[in-house]
């Protein structure tokens, strides 16, 4: 649950930080313990913590790596914490999405300007 804590209020009454969201997430991800891993433990949520990587626009508030970096560390407990933040995370969801969308497997994904404008977006 992610009620109470810190931040602005959320849809139903709750409200949570987004360091909170960001390690409930890591710890959800494998409830059933499916995902095991000799080389990162049972459930590899250690390997989750160390490789956080802020992307997009709003992730540029100055000073924003650095709490996330402090925040995580009390979730994390004993784990290491590394949040990696690009200067030019910015654009990162654009990069991202144009170097996917240029893969030859996607191509059958691809829709003609005629479709579009038949059926909108």
């Given at each position: 649950s992610v009620s109470g804590g810190g931040g602005?209020?959320?849809p139903g009454g709750q409200s949570c930080g987004l360091s909170r969201l960001v390690a409930e997430c890591i710890r959800?991800?494998?409830r059933d313990g499916v995902l095991e891993s000799t080389c990162h433990g049972q459930d590899g949520t250690a390997a989750w913590f160390s490789s956080v990587v802020l992307a997009g626009g709003?992730?540029?508030f100055a000073g924003l790596e650095g709490r996330m970096?402090?925040?995580l560390a009390v979730y994390a407990r004993q784990q290491?914490?590394?949040v990696c933040a690009t200067p030019q995370r910015e654009y990162s969801a654009?990069?991202?999405a144009s170097i996917l969308g240029s893969l030859s497997t996607m191509q059958p994904l691809w829709i003609s300007?005629?479709?579009?404008?038949?059926?909108?977006?």
């Open positions: 602005r209020g959320m959800a991800r494998d709003s992730s540029c970096n402090a925040e290491t914490v590394s654009w990069l991202g300007k005629q479709e579009y404008d038949e059926n909108g977006p």
